[in-house]
């Protein structure tokens, strides 16, 4: 499904050079469901961002669906994001002057869905993550873990064929955080292609492959024995 | 050193109300080092940014070193969080137009230290928590873990006699969230009372004293047997 071809990306902070990603190859089968751990700036959520089409690479092929993405204009890259992509972003980047319910709708508007199934799919995930009190309330009105559900229902809702998760759970309780991995490997159980930056080994070892990275490098890629 | 007198605080959203914090009632002795655990959405923020006099209670009493800080003015607020508090953000809330060396001296600015010391102090903490080379970056050019180091280099550069720590490890590898652990830990040593929110059981049964809370309420309080 997915195939990365010599990925670099680079960048030029004053005298220096940062490589963010260095030469990365990996290819992803539709379906598969995979960690993605390493030190602190080595390239992790720069890697989510070049698969989530948010970010160009310096060099190198992302092929998505057999599709070259650098071939792609800005349209159309929008076009595929909206439709194929859902992303939890590290930062949550929720829309202060939506409320939760509206936040976690707007995939579903931004693709025409009709209002009344954009009721009933948004009540659903609300529920299910817990957050059914807090609908009206805008993200600053919300605590850390809460305006992290609503970037996750935000991210599923669509069921998109890719779905990148970066650090889902690091303001998450134990409780909450077991809910939410549970609805992310229900939804890649359906076939949906789930890769999940983490910096919890715990989380990381339920996935069925493990990539570490480290100065923009992949060092390892190993699949789970009993998987 | 600190005492909270039964302690609330309730935001009213459409007809409903949140009691983020609901007649909490704790002591801290100077020098104690404590870790605030519970569910997302249980009031752990809340009860921080009382503490840190970002924020003011509805009712009941806190009490700083004796002196009743609800009789106190917005000016002599500032001037107690400038000189006594360090505050690790859970979203970090760094100054976007500021480089990492900027952001992290600010507090010495504030309070008057002079220029060369103040390069000094700030080069010794980039180097501890691994940011020399991210010095000159600014927040938009950093990791999720960086900005988070940045934000805890910017909280304890002045060693405060109080630091409230709100979630500091989340966005950290296992490396560099022992490194921070560390380095909060030796702060303790040395007298700084310390207390650190946490969704991590491992990071929160290191502190002496084990705070729990839920729905606003605190509802255990136990110290380590070995302490
Ligand atoms: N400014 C606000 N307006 C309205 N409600 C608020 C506001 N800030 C917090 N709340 C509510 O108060 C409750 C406690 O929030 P708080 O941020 O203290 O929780 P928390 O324990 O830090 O949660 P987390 O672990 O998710 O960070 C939450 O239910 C939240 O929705
Ligand atoms: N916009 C940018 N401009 C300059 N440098 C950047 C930019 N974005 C990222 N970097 C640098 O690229 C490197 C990789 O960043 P990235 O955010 O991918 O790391 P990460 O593995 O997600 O880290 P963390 O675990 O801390 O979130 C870092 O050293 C960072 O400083
Ligand atoms: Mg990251
Ligand atoms: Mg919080």
Redesign the pocket.
């Known amino acids: 499904m997915i195939v990365l071809e010599q990925l670099c990306k680079t960048?030029h902070?004053g005298g220096e050079s940062?490589h963010?990603l260095d030469h990365l190859d990996l290819q992803i089968a539709a379906g598969d469901y995979l960690s993605v751990m390493?030190p602190?700036?080595?390239?992790?959520?720069?890697l989510l961002n070049m698969l989530g089409l948010l970010d160009t690479p310096d060099s190198g092929h992302y092929r998505l669906e057999q599709q070259e993405m650098s071939a792609l204009g800005e349209e159309q890259r929008a076009q595929i994001r909206n439709h194929k992509i859902g992303f939890v972003f590290?930062a949550y980047h929720l829309i202060d002057r939506l409320n939760a319910r509206e936040n976690i709708e707007l995939p579903l508007i931004l693709t025409g869905v009709p209002p009344r199934e954009r009721r009933t799919r948004v009540d659903e995930l609300l529920e299910r993550l817990g957050l059914s009190r807090h609908a009206a309330h805008h993200p600053h009105q919300l605590s850390g873990g809460q305006r992290q559900r609503v970037a996750i229902a935000r991210a599923v809702i669509r069921r998109p064929a890719l779905l990148l998760a970066d650090e889902p759970t690091g303001n998450l309780d134990s409780h909450s955080g077991a809910e939410v991995i549970g609805l992310l490997e229900e939804l890649n159980g359906e076939g949906i292609t789930l890769l999940v930056v983490t910096?919890d080994p715990a989380m990381g070892k339920r996935a069925r492959r493990q990539l570490w990275?480290q100065d923009g490098q992949l060092i390892s890629d190993t699949r789970n024995r009993d998987s």
Chains 1, 2 share one sequence.
């Open positions: 960048y902070l940062v963010a390493g602190s700036g080595s390239g992790k959520s720069t590290q910096h990275m």
